[in-house]
T-cell receptor, first 115, second 111 residues
Framework: AQSVAQPEDQVNVAEGNPLTVKCTYSVSGNPYLFWYVQYPNRGLQFLLKYITGDNLVKGSYGFEAEFNKSQTSFHLKKPSALVSDSALYFCAVRPMNTGFQKLVFGTGTRLLVSP | DADVTQTPRNRITKTGKRIMLECSQTKGHDRMYWYRQDPGLGLQLIYYSFDVKDINKGEISDGYSVSRQAQAKFSLSLESAIPNQTALYFC??????????FGPGTRLTVL
């Protein structure tokens, strides 16, 4: 069965500094990987995905993520954090198999960017 | 995402009451999902539907039922609400196995 681990409940970073939100996964076969962001009182918003191709994926709001197959990781990064990036971030994985495969979410990491 | 709407946004009810949460989408997607979010647990899949005639149980379907009234509408019912169903409920849509688009959520409190 597939699983996702987000080892940090919260990440604190100062505005202007680079940020990393960690995600590791376990899946049978090759993965589809996703990052979502949730702002207060809002639904999850899609940030970016990895399906195949370049290991560095660029997404919305200046975020990017690097797929590392040997380490089974898909860490979310941004070169310069903004206070408005403060939110709850979810990593999700699904196996790259035919047919329907459930999307499995991590437990979320709260990002707090201080001014 | 404004293309996926949920009603009501907040609901407080009592144990034993029947509750229906509604979801509508204008994205034209065939697949629709209901999730439950609890603090520290991420999202858990309750039900999913590929089209009006294809409805499937997710990992936590006990105590819930759904209805796909049209391609654009997918409702979640709690037949007899209990306090441990207090949670944030999200509807989502997708086209095939690609990324899912979420509604704003319904905060349900069962007293």
């Amino acid at each position: 069965a597939q699983s996702v681990a987000q080892p940090e409940d919260q990440v604190n970073v100062a505005e202007g500094n680079p940020l990393t939100v960690k995600c590791t996964y376990s899946v049978s076969g090759n993965p589809y990987l996703f990052w979502y962001v949730q702002y207060p009182n809002r639904g999850l918003q899609f940030l970016l995905k990895y399906i195949t191709g370049d290991n560095l994926v660029k997404g919305s709001y200046g975020f990017e993520a690097e797929f590392n197959k040997s380490q089974t990781s898909f860490h979310l990064k941004k070169p310069s954090a903004l206070v408005s990036d403060s939110a709850l971030y979810f990593c999700a994985v699904r196996p790259m198999n035919t047919g329907f495969q459930k999307l499995v979410f991590g437990t979320g990491t709260r990002l707090l960017v201080s001014p | 995402d404004a293309d996926v709407t949920q009603t009501p946004r907040n609901r407080i009810t009592k144990t034993g009451k029947r509750i229906m949460l509604e979801c509508s989408q204008t994205k034209g997607h065939d697949r629709m999902y209901w999730y439950r979010q609890d603090p520290g647990l991420g999202l858990q899949l309750i039900y999913y539907s590929f089209d009006v005639k294809d409805i499937n149980k997710g990992e936590i379907s006990d105590g819930y039922s759904v209805s796909r009234q049209a391609q654009a509408k997918f409702s979640l019912s709690l037949e007899s609400a209990i306090p441990n169903q207090t949670a944030l409920y999200f509807c989502a849509t997708s086209q095939t196995n690609n990324e899912q688009f979420f509604g704003p959520g319904t905060r349900l409190t069962v007293l």
